[in-house]
């Protein structure tokens, strides 16, 4: 798998970077990955960087695989960051797919930086563009 997961100890958050498309496979890898890294801490927080992510191409299976598995990650709070008006957008799409199956409830926005970011994660401030789905 291309993408890059790993937990960042120092700001208590695991990070994904998405790097070129997902697939159904590195979709499952990576759900797995996150979950063995979510193991024993106390908050699951993401920040996922999709500054290197090409368009995304979304089947009606993967949207459900989507909704699937996100549900079993069961996060607390996801921040997306590096995202394109074009990936902001299928971003959107994806996460509304999950809330309308009513598996993922989880609050998501988006940031510009990285420290926006994990201070938003962190509870530091409460402003920014929220997720509308």
Do not use: C
């Not at 074009?86 to 959107?92: F, G, P, S």
């Amino acid at each position: 798998m291309k993408h890059e997961i790993w937990f960042d100890e120092d700001n208590e958050v695991l990070r994904f970077k998405l790097i070129g498309q997902w697939t159904v496979e590195n979709f499952k890898e990576a759900m797995t990955r996150i979950q063995e890294l979510f193991e024993g801490k106390e908050h699951r927080y993401l920040i996922g960087d999709v500054s290197q992510a090409s368009p995304q191409k979304y089947t009606k299976e993967f949207r459900q695989l989507v909704a699937e598995e996100g549900a079993n990650v069961q996060l607390d709070k996801a921040a997306i960051t590096g995202a394109s008006p074009v990936l902001r957008m299928m971003a959107k799409m994806l996460i509304a797919a999950g809330r309308v199956a009513r598996k993922i409830p989880m609050e998501t926005r988006f940031f510009k930086t990285d420290e926006e970011a994990v201070e938003w994660l962190k509870g530091k401030v409460t402003w920014n563009f929220r997720l509308h789905g």
